[in-house]
């Protein structure tokens, strides 16, 4: 039996999967000051009438990197960068406590400049005065040669000992220094507090006696293990729209285009998922208007839910960007659009009269009929997500996926459907589906759709390869792996091939997914011949490999 658990900023939802079937769903609200008693009492719905013995995995997926990048309620944390030669300082927009040092590396991995131990010992001074004890130290070409990261961190660790220390080259293997700066500075922002979060879980499942394999999912609808995920954070940053996204791809099993809408108690998660995929942002994923190294799905979240407040002044309406509690109809204290939906279509969710006497409240102070102010409720609601949607095609557009699409139907992009997700799409989707025209898809298993993504989501693994024959040396991310050639001389395509293959069998056997790696792919293989003067002079080969998102093995769909 498998356990699905999404520890939502409004409810934490549950669900148990076994062969084919959800067998037991359950939805509490989250304590967000004390996640592991939400949890805990997920748990205990759920195993009430299935032995702890029963469950062989679970899976989370969660909000708290999010929100905390979100809201900004982080520890101070210095960011020193070693930027070499290319982008003036000002170019590197990261964080006000922003240290830059000389040094320089080149595309090879050799060193052009040494570190300045003066200056060095000056930063790490000016750190402490300022308090800070969380440190991001990042390089350009680090993926290449981590040699001034590593020197820079063993000065602050030998001579600041209370300060933190998070490598870029232990981050991120890719090109491309800002991303691998800004994910080295946000890993840093989020560890100890994404630490916390694994403590409270695994002291949770060990309380209920949960033996299983515990899994977290990641941006990018692949899982990894909970303990592995102790030193990537940011992994997990849109835990919950790409549990939306796999929940979505979970209920509807099919090729179409449809745009996944995840309507929470507070904010709403939009996707897309072409001939029944999910849309990549090929950028990796933004997290405060800045690209990260991090793979994710295209998403988007609107601060717009169920149970977003209403508010009236004399002539109008407002519908607010947060909310105050539960809608009316489940005993709330006051009005939300759960209810003006609830009584504008004659739902029946929860108590009907509870909604209609809010809304007659609201609607004196705002001197209208109650089915005017309903209307203009709802006339609201339905804009806002529709025009979220069509902004959100804007930036879909510009994705290599969709172009493809195009170019092979050869007309322009169209939806086929509407996917809702989560308790308040009920009450939602289908009016806006009325009014964008598209059919509205809402299975009977929507209200859980997240934790049941997530239950039946398999892991994932991307292993990259650098091989550069001359200077005979060669590295591997994740995790920063570098060494030396034995056979440089001799080196081809087959033999980086192999090599990455072997290093992906080795993490995926260390992260629990032995069986997965068998249907891995290459998704990159680029061969490049450096010339010096009329000779070549060696060979560069970048090489990828992956086990992509996708199912478990056992998942074969769900029962209707």
């Known amino acids: 039996m498998l356990i699905g658990i999404d520890v939502g900023g409004t409810y934490t939802d549950g669900v148990v999967f076994d062969r084919g079937e959800v067998i037991a769903t359950t939805k509490v609200p989250t304590d967000d000051k004390d996640i592991k008693a939400s949890v805990l009492q997920v748990l205990d719905r759920l195993l009430e009438q299935h032995p ?20 900004g309620s982080w520890e101070r944390t210095a960011v020193v960068l070693i930027p070499g030669y290319g982008l003036p300082a000002d170019a590197y927009g990261i964080s006000e406590d922003t240290f830059f040092l000389k040094g320089g590396i080149d595309f090879r991995g050799r060193e052009l400049e040494p570190l300045d131990q003066a200056e060095l010992e000056q930063t790490g001074r000016q750190i402490r005065s300022a308090g800070i004890k969380r440190v991001a130290v990042a390089a350009k070409f680090s993926n290449r040669n981590d040699s001034l990261e590593t020197k820079a961190a063993a000065y602050i660790k030998d001579n600041f000992p209370e300060m933190e220390v998070f490598l870029g080259s232990k981050i991120s293997g890719k090109l491309n220094f800002p991303r691998r700066a800004v994910t080295t500075y946000y ?17 949770a499942l060990a309380e209920r006696g949960l033996q299983g394999e515990v899994h977290i999912l990641k941006a990018d609808g692949g899982t990894l293990l909970l303990d592995a995920s102790r030193s990537l954070p940011c992994e997990t940053v849109f835990s919950g729209p790409a549990a939306s996204t796999m929940g979505a791809l979970a209920i509807s099993s099919d090729k179409s285009n449809a745009v996944v809408l995840d309507i929470g108690g507070t904010t709403t998660d939009i996707a897309l998922i072409i001939d029944g995929s999910p849309l990549y942002a090929s950028k990796g994923a933004s997290i405060n208007h800045r690209y990260t190294h991090i793979n994710a799905f295209a998403v988007r979240s609107i601060a717009l839910g169920g149970d977003s407040s209403l508010t009236a002044s004399p002539g109008r309406v407002e519908v607010e960007s947060f909310r105050r509690g539960v809608a009316a109809c489940f005993g709330g204290g006051a009005a939300t659009v759960t209810d003006a939906f609830n009584c504008k279509f004659n739902l029946n969710i929860g108590d009907p009269r ?47 996926a969709y172009k493809v699409w195009e170019v092979i139907h050869k007309r322009k992009f169209t939806l086929d459907k509407i996917i809702g997700i989560g308790a308040a799409s009920r009450a939602i989707v289908p009016e806006l589906a009325r009014v964008m025209k598209i059919e509205p898809y809402i299975h009977r298993y929507a209200d859980v759709a997240n934790a049941l993504g997530a239950a039946v989501a398999r892991p994932t693994l991307s292993v990259s390869l650098h091989v550069d024959t001359q200077t005979r040396q060669y590295n591997l991310d994740p995790g920063g792996v570098k060494g030396s050639l034995d056979n440089a001389g001799k080196f081809q395509m087959e033999d980086a091939r192999q090599m990455a293959r072997r290093y992906l069998e080795k993490i995926g056997a260390e992260r629990g997914m032995k069986s997965y790696v068998e249907e891995s792919g290459f998704f990159m293989e680029e061969q490049f011949n450096m010339i010096r003067g009329w000779d070549s002079s060696g060979k560069l080969f970048d090489v990828g490999i992956q086990v992509a998102p996708g199912f478990i093995e056992e998942f074969k769909g769900v029962k209707a």
Do not use: C, H, Y
């Not at 702890?52 to 809201?71: E, Y």
């Not at 203009?376 to 025009?387: E, F, K, M, S």
């Open 354 to 400: 509870l909604s209609a006497g809010a809304l007659r409240e609201l609607a004196g102070q705002a001197g209208m009929e109650p089915e005017e102010l309903e209307a203009a409720v709802v006339d609201t609601v339905i804009g806002r997500l529709r025009d979220s949607i069509q902004n959100m095609f804007k930036e879909w557009e510009n994705e290599p």
């Open 187 to 203: 890993t840093a922002l989020t560890s100890r507090e994404w630490n916390s979060f694994v403590d409270a879980i695994e002291e």
């Open 52 to 71: 702890a013995d029963d469950i062989s995995r679970i899976v989370l997926s969660t909000t708290v990197v999010t929100n905390l990048l979100a809201t």
